[in-house]
């Protein structure tokens, strides 16, 4: 399985990037912040195609996995990203399960699955 799950949309970029949010609410996360980095690198006069970084979190899911383990707070908050490649708009994150193997912890793999779940459901509703 690919470590990094994305789909392509039809929709524009800041439709997409809309759709996240109201998808990621709707699944009982909420956004937390939206990084623009395009923006964030023009003000350095470095151009990139758009690219918008939503840092999502579940309060209930937090609380489970630093329960299970504090240092999983590095990989906190889940990340979802929406950007323009190749005349296309992907929405993309990073499987929680792959991130869950830096971990020698049963209980933290079958956590990530639920949280997968979860984030896969955001995108696909969002496209």
Same mark, same amino acid.
């Given at each position: 399985m690919?470590?990094?799950y994305s ?10 990037v ?9 699944n009982?996360?909420?956004v937390?912040y939206v990084?623009?980095?395009?923006e964030? %690198? !023009?003000?350095?006069?470095?151009k990139?195609?758009?690219l918008?970084i939503? #840092?999502?979190?579940?309060?209930k899911?937090? =609380? ?8 999983v707070?590095?990989l906190?908050?889940?990340k ?15 499987r929680?399960?792959? %991130? !869950? ?9 079958s956590?990530? #699955?639920d949280?997968?779940?979860?984030l896969? =459901? ?6």
């Open positions: 690919e470590p990094i789909v392509t949309t039809t929709k524009s970029f800041e439709e997409a809309k759709s996240v949010g109201e998808q990621t609410e709707a009982g996360f909420r937390l990084h623009d980095v395009q964030t %690198l !023009a003000e350095k006069n470095f990139i195609q758009p918008k939503l #840092e999502v979190c579940n309060a899911f937090a =609380s489970n996995a630093l329960e299970i383990d504090l240092v707070s590095l906190m908050p889940c979802i990203n929406v950007y323009s490649e190749e005349g296309k708009i992907i929405i993309s994150t990073i929680p399960t792959s %991130l !869950a193997t830096i971990f020698n912890k049963q209980e933290l793999r956590f990530a #699955e949280v997968e779940k979860v896969i =459901s955001i995108i696909d509703q969002s496209k």
